[in-house]
């Protein structure tokens, strides 16, 4: 099942796609409901959620841009875009996944709110970052292409984690 | 013959009565009586709404503050101030508390019961706080009562805050102007709407602690009185509209206190069920009427009916019974000991330190990490001509290395 889905990419694009818009709102559903609480003077779930997924679908279309954008600079022209982009989403998937679950602890222990705010989002996208690395960098490099690679992507990442986390 | 008219009248009687009889009757049972009218209580809290219907801007504040002013001073052994204010918010304007104090001369502890006088532009605030005002204004009595034939170890002062409604100005000003005291302040109680929700609530902190054990201890049952749910009314970063879990952003004047450290213990009414994770007034739309036109006198009196007295009255007895317990001043004296340290957990600060100092670790993990990969690499800087791939003599001929 698993190999036949790898095989073929429209479905597991379309599927990683789905499951990339559904766990991005599984991930940010309670800063929806509070955005929505504020700016629509309501907290209810159903304009939350329905933003959330519109959000994701939004970055659904961002994202390939992006990482077209940051391999163009980085002049990585010898990746396959299409299958890296699918990639990038499915660790994307993978990270929204388990910040969403991460989230579920305020429900039922607040106190952690304010560390777990910070601190879940940034250790969630450390995992999933080195976990991309050490595929990609397995399947497209070898030995020498691999040294620039992680350091292109390696400050990637610290510009932001410091852009979003700290700054 | 005989035996089936006396059926058929029986029946007859039985329809009737269900017929006349209002289905909800259960419910509004106390609306028939109104003898909780010609209480002092109700007298106290009428007269309010009738003497400052409007109470949102300068002169109608003055002019509540000035009414409250006045019946204090009417309790025996109570000295009355008043301090005045500017409000920063919409608009600007002056504004004052209405500071009463019981004082003992020889302590520097004391405790603070206040409530807000304000109302939000055109709402007569009928529950939004003129019943918190009259309950402010029956503890008072209650107190200066019993202080005058038993000393109390403390200092207790009342306060009638104004600009609640512009952003909790009046308690804030209170808490700035005597931040020096505060320090010495066991407990603040807070009463704030307390009639026309569905629930009767106490949020002391959001999680057992003995102040909330001896407030329930000391409350008539009666009354209802429940604590706060702990773990309701957060989303994200922010409690929704105050009552809730954050207690560094709650909806009333003790969050100005309860943010410089001081214990608190607030009563409200309002229903955690209605919504999801979030404060209600009440689960009957009819009701919700906070900060609108439709708190008013009417409409208090139309949906809890002798309900108003009874709260308001329940509220100052549990005051007055927990303030006056054997055991108060050592569970106060400990309930600083019990407060959720805001400075540590809900200071954004500190996660944010850490997930610098993380991204430095990293840094350095990723350098190291990198340095390897060059070696491995032969891509490396002179160190490698070391290693057995560059040990030919003509290697510099290939390769340029750095100096």
């Known amino acids: 099942m698993l190999k036949k889905l790898m095989s073929n990419y429209n479905l597991s694009n379309i599927l990683c796609k789905v499951l990339f818009v559904i766990t991005f709102a599984f991930s940010n559903w309670q800063a929806f409901m509070l955005a929505a609480n504020i700016f629509g003077g309501d907290n209810s779930v159903v304009i939350a959620i329905i933003s959330a997924l519109l959000l994701g679908v939004v970055l659904v279309f961002i994202v390939p841009l992006i990482v077209n954008f940051l391999l163009n600079y980085m002049r990585l022209y010898s ?34 709110l304010g560390w777990g705010t910070v601190l879940f989002p940034f250790l969630v996208s450390v995992g999933c970052t080195y976990a991309f690395y050490k595929v990609t960098a397995k399947m497209y490099f070898n030995d020498v292409t691999v040294v620039y690679y992680f350091k292109a992507l ?12 700290v700054l | 013959m005989k035996k089936l008219c006396q059926l058929l009248l029986c029946l007859m009687l039985v329809a009737v009565i269900v017929a006349v009889v209002p289905h909800n009757a259960t419910a509004d049972t106390s609306f028939d009586d109104d003898s909780y009218q010609n209480t002092e209580t109700y007298k106290f809290l009428q007269q309010f709404v009738a003497d400052n219907p409007q109470r949102s801007n300068q002169q109608e504040e003055l002019l509540a503050a000035d009414w409250i002013f006045q019946r204090f001073s009417g ?41 807000h006088y304000d109302a939000s532009a055109s709402s007569q605030g009928a529950n939004d706080n003129a019943t918190g005002i009259t309950a402010l204004y029956l503890t008072l009595q209650r107190v200066a009562a019993y202080a005058d034939k038993n000393p109390l170890p403390f200092d207790v002062t009342f306060v009638a805050f104004g600009a609640e409604e512009q952003g909790l100005v009046g308690s804030a000003e209170y808490a700035n102007r005597h931040f020096g005291q505060l320090e010495n302040v066991l407990v603040m109680f807070n009463i704030d ?13 959001n999680k057992p602690t003995d102040m909330e054990d001896l407030v329930l201890s000391c409350t008539k049952p009666s009354l209802n009185l429940t ?22 952003i709650q909806g009333s004047d003790h969050t100005s206190f309860r943010l410089e450290g001081v214990p608190t213990v607030f009563y409200f009414s309002g229903n955690y069920n209605v ?14 009427t906070m900060n609108t036109p439709m708190d008013s006198m009417s409409n208090l009196n139309k949906y809890n009916g002798s309900l108003v007295v009874e709260r308001i009255e329940g509220v100052a007895d549990s005051i007055f019974a927990t303030i006056t317990n054997s055991t108060f001043e050592q569970v106060a004296g400990n309930a600083r000991k019990q407060l959720v340290n805001l400075k540590f957990w809900y200071n954004p600060l500190w996660p944010t330190l850490v997930v610098v100092a993380l991204i430095a670790l990293l840094g350095f993990l990723a350098w190291k990490h990198y340095r390897k990969l060059q070696k491995g690499s032969i891509l490396g800087t002179a160190e490698i001509k070391n290693t057995t791939v560059f040990h030919q003599p003509d290697a510099e001929d290939i390769f340029t290395f750095k100096k």
């Open chain 2, 75 to 115: 309790v025996s052994g109570v000295n009355v101030a008043m301090e005045q204010f500017t409000v920063n918010g919409d608009y600007i304007y002056q504004s004052q508390n209405v500071v009463a104090t019981i004082d003992n001369p020889n302590t520097n502890k004391s405790i603070v019961i206040g409530a």
């Open chain 2, 275 to 288: 919504k999801l994770w979030d404060f209600a007034e009440s689960a009957d739309i009819n009701k919700q």
């Open chain 1, 79 to 112: 990746i396959p875009r299409l299958e890296y982009i699918l990639i990038v989403e499915f660790f994307f998937t993978i990270g929204f996944f388990i910040n969403g679950l991460l989230s579920l602890i305020h429900l039922f222990t607040p106190i952690l």
């Open chain 1, 154 to 165: 390696a400050v990637i990442f610290f510009v932001a984690s410091f852009v979003m986390g």
């Open chain 2, 227 to 248: 604590h706060k749910p702990y773990a309701k009314g957060t989303y994200g970063v922010i409690d929704m509209f105050g009552y809730g879990y954050y207690e560094t």
């Open chain 2, 193 to 205: 709407s307390i009639v026309n929700g569905d629930y009767l609530y106490v949020a002391v902190e």
